[in-house]
C-alpha cells in the first residue's frame, strides 16, 4: 500500500488579484507550491504525489519538482492539468494515482505552512477509523446571518461549528466512488468532505492548526509573511 497526495494548484485565485495564479506566488522568493511540494516528499512514506496545475505552468512545476525530490526519494511526483472547477481539478488528480494507493490526501496549495505533522495526524486517523478525516478549528468571532444590504438577521449558534481546512484524507474506494457517483457540477462543493458527504460517508474532524492558513487575500500573504519572519514556520 501507497499514499497518495494530490495537491491541488489549479486555481486562478481572482480573489487575491495577482499577476500569476496564486499556487505560483512566491514568499521569500519560493512559490507556494514549493513549500507544499516540499512538506509532502518529507513524509516518511512511500508515496506518489500528483500535482495539478494550469496548463501552462507544467514545465515550470516539473522543474520544481527536479529541485526538491531527491532522486532517491521514496516518492514519485507527476503533473496533470487542472479542470474549471476544484473538484473538477481534485478529480483528474485522483484519477492519476497509481493502483496501489490505499490512502488518499487532498491539499490546497495555497495552504503552503500545514506542516508534516498536521499531514501524519489526519493519515493517522484515516488508518485507524477508515473514515474520512479533516483537520478542524473551533471559532473564535461571533457569528451572524445578514441579508444582502448586510443587515443582521440573527446570530448564530458556534458551539456545534468549525472551520474546516486542508490536507483532508480519505481511503482511495471512498473519494473515488463519491467522486464518480456525485452530482457536483449544479451545486459545486468547497471542499473534499462535502464530496464524500454527499455520498453518506462519515467524516471525522483532527485538531486543525493555525499555520495551515489559506492565501485567499491580499490580507492572508502578509499573515503567511508574518508567520516567515516571526520563526512559525
Ligand atoms: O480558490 P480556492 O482558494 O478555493 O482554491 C483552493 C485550492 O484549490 C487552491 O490551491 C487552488 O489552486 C485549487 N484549485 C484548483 N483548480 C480550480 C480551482 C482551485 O486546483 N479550478
Not at 162 to 168: M, R, S
Not at 179 to 189: E, F, G
Amino acid at each position: 500500500p501507497m499514499l497518495g497526495v494530490v495537491l491541488v494548484a489549479a486555481g486562478r485565485g481572482e480573489r487575491l488579484g495577482a499577476a500569476v495564479p496564486k499556487a505560483f506566488v512566491e514568499l521569500r522568493g519560493r512559490t507556494l507550491i514549493e513549500f507544499g511540494i516540499a512538506v509532502a516528499t518529507s513524509l516518511p512514506h512511500r508515496g506518489h504525489l500528483v500535482i495539478v496545475v494550469p496548463e501552462q505552468r507544467a514545465a515550470q512545476t516539473l522543474d520544481l519538482i527536479d529541485s526538491i525530490v531527491q532522486p532517491d526519494s521514496s516518492w514519485s511526483v507527476t503533473v496533470v492539468p487542472g479542470g474549471r472547477e476544484r473538484h473538477e481539478s481534485v478529480s483528474f488528480g485522483i484519477d492519476a494515482l497509481p493502483e496501489s494507493v490505499n490512502t488518499v490526501l487532498v491539499h490546497d496549495a495555497a495552504r503552503p505552512f500545514a506542516s508534516a505533522e498536521l499531514f501524519e495526524r489526519v493519515i493517522s486517523e484515516v488508518h485507524r477509523t477508515g473514515d474520512s478525516v479533516v483537520p478542524a478549528l473551533p471559532i473564535a468571532n461571533t457569528l451572524k446571518r445578514v441579508d444582502a444590504e448586510g443587515i443582521v438577521h440573527e446570530t448564530i449558534d458556534r458551539t456545534p461549528l468549525v472551520a474546516v481546512q486542508t490536507p483532508q484524507g480519505f481511503p482511495r474506494e471512498t473519494i473515488a466512488a463519491a467522486h464518480a457517483t456525485a452530482q457536483l457540477h449544479t451545486d459545486p462543493p468547497t471542499d473534499d468532505a462535502e464530496v464524500v458527504q454527499r455520498a453518506g460517508a462519515r467524516v471525522r474532524t483532527v485538531t486543525g492548526e493555525m499555520r495551515a492558513h489559506k492565501l485567499t487575500t491580499p490580507d492572508d500573504l502578509r499573515i503567511l509573511e508574518f508567520f516567515l519572519a516571526a520563526n512559525v514556520v
